[in-house]
Nanobody, 123 residues
């Protein structure tokens, strides 16, 4: 069974940075895509970024391009979301997700989810 465990969330001032790790276990992920999504209070879950495990191809939401970077460390089975120049509107619970095949931007396309980690950006 695939398990995804996010960490690294917290409270940060606007303009600051955070790095969110997502530790993955339970199988070989060579044919998987890993995604980050976020859900603000009272809003739907939205795509942030995704990466293919084997080739490292990345996709980003327009709202985070140039500020966020997704990466993966194959030796540690961990996906990272580096978030720079944070804004108050980035405040949300951030979720890591996994799916077999190519990266997609819709939450329903992912089969496995972590429990989420809260990121709060103060102005």
């Amino acid at each position: 069974q695939v398990q995804l465990v996010e960490s690294g969330g917290g409270l940060v001032q606007a303009g600051g940075s955070l790095r969110l790790p997502c530790a993955a276990s339970g199988r070989t992920f060579s044919n998987y895509a890993m995604g980050w999504f976020r859900q603000a209070l009272g809003k739907e879950r939205r795509f942030v970024a995704a990466i293919t495990w084997s080739l490292g191809r990345t996709t980003y939401a327009d709202s985070v391009k140039g500020r966020f970077t997704i990466s993966r460390d194959k030796t540690k089975n961990t996906v990272y979301l580096q978030m720079n120049s944070l804004k108050p509107e980035d405040t949300a619970v951030y979720y890591c997700a996994a799916r077999s095949g190519i990266a997609v931007v819709t939450p329903s396309g992912y089969d496995f989810w972590g429990q989420g980690t809260q990121v709060t950006v103060s102005s």
